[in-house]
């Protein structure tokens, strides 16, 4: 009972959000200094410009213009294209799973080599382990993720042939939203691993930094001290007993690291040739679609927003301390 009133609160709390967010984006273009079809095709004639004003639905009062908007979301209209006039959901729907894919890879790679690597330095804090370990950490964060593409680009996948340095093929996700994309694994694997490790260089370092932090401290703890006077192996008290509790910082961090894996993923999607998200984003930039801009704008809001409510929901299940507290 106690967790269903806090999922009812966190719920209704998401919707709000969700008003916000789709608020902004809906103003993005009417933001724009001037006309905004002007803006779109500053070339255009008067008589151009005033069926693009229809079509935007810019003749139309404001709050109907929102409405019309907000409405035409739900039932996944997200405009067109004005140059092709394709439907921009049909983009997202190729795009979105590419950058899915490649931001829980990324996530995964991270939270791999961070998890154990905080828990040995936790463990090991002040020995010469611990500062090699962290020393490396603090190169991979001061790192440029664009550095580091091109590097791993031209070392691992010009001149040793390892890996190729651009391209996708489909994955698991790609036939989930498109069931005319036949996946092949080893492919989409090898065309991923280079650019999720990429992304992933600088959040092993952060992850790291925040679970050795906060596993120190709870070494400390009395019921840390109880598990050692009983005999409990030191495996078992760092994995079972130690990094729950420890476990709610990084939690927290993984979440709000959507938003910055999706900065980062333009980068990396346009250097290696990845068709996501981050590429189209950047694409619809210089070619001045807004349309397609506020439609890529809002899709990643409202997921960064769902993560986010997830993130905080798992709060709850790790720690029912959160759960209590917010139900007094």
Not at 26 to 52: E, K, M, N
Not at 254 to 275: M, Q, S, W
Request: proline share 5%; charged share 15%.
């Amino acid at each position: 009972m106690e967790l269903t009133r806090t999922v009812a609160k966190r719920v209704v709390q998401l919707v709000i959000v969700l008003l916000f967010v789709t608020m902004f984006t809906f103003l993005l273009i009417r933001l724009l200094p001037g006309d905004p079809t002007t803006t779109i095709i500053p070339f255009g004639t008067d008589a151009q410009r005033a069926v693009l004003r229809q079509d935007l639905g810019l003749d139309k009062p404001l709050p109907e213009q929102y409405w019309n908007y907000l409405t035409g979301l739900l039932q996944g209209d997200l405009g067109k294209q004005y140059n092709s006039g394709r439907p921009v959901i049909d983009l997202v729907s190729q795009s979105l799973p590419v950058s899915l894919q490649l931001m829980i890879y990324a996530q995964f790679i991270a939270l791999f080599f961070a998890i154990p690597l905080g828990i040995l330095t936790a463990y090991r804090a002040g020995t010469r382990s611990d500062k090699v370990i962290n020393t490396g950490a603090f190169a991979m964060l001061a790192l440029p993720n664009f550095v580091l593409a091109l590097f791993l680009s031209y070392f691992v996948g010009a001149q040793l042939k390892w890996l190729p340095t651009g391209g996708y093929a489909p994955g698991w996700m790609d036939q989930f939203f498109d069931s005319s994309r036949s996946p092949d694994l080893w492919e989409h694997t090898r065309s991923m691993l280079l650019p999720a490790f990429t992304l992933a260089v600088g959040q092993i370092a952060v992850y790291m930094r925040l679970l050795r932090s906060d596993m120190i401290a709870t070494l400390q703890e009395n019921f840390i001290t109880m598990a050692k006077a009983k005999g409990v192996s030191n495996q078992r008290i760092l994995w079972r007993h130690a990094l729950r509790p420890s476990s709610l910082t990084l939690l927290t961090v993984a979440g709000l690291n959507v938003g910055t894996l999706i900065g980062g993923a333009v980068v990396i999607e346009v250097i290696y040739g990845i068709p996501g998200m981050g590429l189209k984003i950047y694409q619809a930039v210089f070619s001045k679609e807004y349309v397609e801009l506020q439609s890529y704008v809002v899709v990643i809001a409202v997921l960064f927003v769902l993560v986010n409510f997830f993130v905080d929901f798992l709060y709850s299940v790790l720690d029912p301390r959160i759960r209590r507290a917010r139900a007094s």
